[in-house]
């Protein structure tokens, strides 16, 4: 359940600044630049950027690609959330706390303040515009790089918990396991995406037909 001491009331504050710009080189070229940075009150500030490009082949037929960086900061609820489960383990009743990583229990145990997930990506592909018919294809892939999840659940040792009573953390003895939430793994994503568009006139109005295919696979990295 929640324990009176879990309430409380959380926050942050960020401010951010974007730059974005489209240059047309040639009547065939276009190339795009953004960049961003943010800065947050928890854990700091990060800088990405994008740059996009198309090159028109022909009328009908263009090439285009992209590269950027990304980011996603850890909720409030994830940097703060607590709660305790009681539950069976080895037909003993256990007391299991999630508890916010920078709890110092939590800490004992080895979670750290979580950083944002980081992300670098590359897509490349082409566009056909026939008559009636639009079709892109695209290819992408995707490196996310701190991912964060839910720690397995750790057991205190009768030395953490001597330690924790010797820092003045109330309580201790009534939790037996604890897990938080921590920046836990890598992920390599690549997929790709096929949209086809057909318009047509039907029943006096306009119509338009629209058929998208997406593959797409990812692997844990470490």
Excluded: C, H
């Excluded at 009331?9 to 960020?14: A, I, V």
């Excluded at 659940?153 to 820092?167: H, N, V, Y």
């Amino acid at each position: 359940g929640f324990k009176p001491s879990a309430a409380g009331k959380f926050s942050r504050q960020n401010y951010a600044v974007y730059l974005d710009t489209e240059l047309q080189f040639t009547d065939e070229f276009l190339m795009g630049y953004a960049l961003r940075f943010e800065d947050y009150s928890s854990f700091g500030n990060t800088t990405n950027y994008k740059v996009t490009a198309q090159y028109a082949v022909t009328d009908d037929f263009s090439l285009r690609a992209s590269t950027n960086s990304g980011f996603r900061a850890p909720s409030v609820g994830q940097a703060n959330y607590s709660n305790v489960q009681t539950s069976l383990d080895g037909g003993v009743l256990v007391d299991s706390a999630l508890l916010p990583p920078t709890n110092p229990v939590a800490v004992q145990l080895g979670a750290t303040e979580l950083t944002p997930e980081e992300s670098e990506s590359y897509a490349f592909g082409a566009v056909w515009a026939l008559d009636d018919i639009n079709i892109t294809v695209d290819y992408y892939n995707i490196e996310v790089t701190d991912r964060i999840s839910q720690s397995e659940r750790r057991t205190l040792t009768a030395a953490d918990k001597a330690a924790l009573e010797a820092a003045g953390v109330p309580n201790v003895d009534s939790i037996q396991q604890a897990s938080f939430f921590t920046n836990d793994f890598d992920t390599t994503t690549q997929g790709v995406d096929v949209v086809a568009t057909y318009s047509t006139s039907l029943f006096d109005g306009e119509t338009m037909f629209n058929l998208a295919y997406n593959w797409n696979e990812t692997e844990v990295d470490k």
